[in-house]
């Protein structure tokens, strides 16, 4: 599906659930269910990472608010219509469930 892809996952899993020690465990209440803007910001971060390999050599690309929070706007747009779409199948809330379930 269109937000279900390892990569997200990965991100994800290595981000905030690594060890029992990192905030996804400590602070479990608030990544279950996975939040909309953290999927929106692993969106944004895979976008960064893939336009530091553009011209096919890495290039180090500041992550900042100025040259990435249109992105991660567009990013969060995209996600609430798509829940707001799918809402009669709970499909989002399926979504964020799942990367969710697999983090733990």
């Known amino acids: 599906g269109i937000y279900k892809t390892e990569l997200l996952q990965d991100g994800i899993n290595v981000m905030w659930f690594a060890n029992r020690s990192d905030e996804g465990i400590v602070y479990n209440q608030f990544f279950n269910p996975m939040p909309i803007k953290l999927i929106a910001l692993m969106l944004t971060t895979i976008e960064c990472c893939i336009d530091e390999w553009m011209q096919g050599v890495k290039e180090d690309i500041r992550f900042t608010a100025?040259?990435?929070?249109?992105?991660?706007?567009?990013?969060?747009n995209s996600l609430q219509r798509f829940d707001e779409r799918t809402a009669p199948y709970k499909l989002f809330e399926r979504i964020c469930d799942n990367l969710h379930d697999v983090a733990r």
């Open 66 to 76: 100025i040259a990435y929070g249109s992105v991660y706007n567009n990013h969060l």
